[in-house]
């Protein structure tokens, strides 16, 4: 009997210690999809458009945040900062993506300018 009850004793100073172990360590966050938008964002080149750069920068600063947040063991604020870093990673990919389809659009409207300029007939050239 006394060996049972010292047997428990162990198994309960054993599971206490685990939990004070589990307890004690940082926060583990799932930063993959904030660090996909700003990985997107950097590969479609938002550094170079400045409205996109904005909101690549904040993105990189909010995932640094959140980084911060988790080790001080606030997780509820670093999941927020994560969800912000990944719309502001998004929103540089959109920004980018809408500079370059302006650019586009407009050196096709200069090349149908310039082919009706071209094949315009010579008595439509006086």
Known sequence: MKHMNMTI???????????????SSSVVLNKEASTSAIRAAEEV???????ASLYLQLAKEELENA???????????????LSRAQADGELA???SRSDTDKKE????IER???LRKDNQLPQERK
């Not at 004793?9 to 307890?23: E, Q």
């Not at 080149?45 to 409205?51: C, E, L, R, T």
């Not at 659009?105 to 096709?108: D, Q, R, S, W, Y």
Request: proline share 0%; charged share 15%; glycine share 12%.
């Open 105 to 108: 659009a407009a050196k096709a």
């Open 112 to 114: 149908v300018q310039q």
């Open 45 to 51: 080149g938002a550094s170079d458009i400045s409205s």
């Open 67 to 81: 980084q911060g947040l988790a080790e001080k063991g606030e997780k509820e604020q670093a999941e927020s900062m």
């Open 9 to 23: 004793l162990a198994g309960c100073v054993l599971f206490a210690v685990v939990i004070a172990g589990c307890g």
């Open 93 to 95: 990919v959109a920004l």
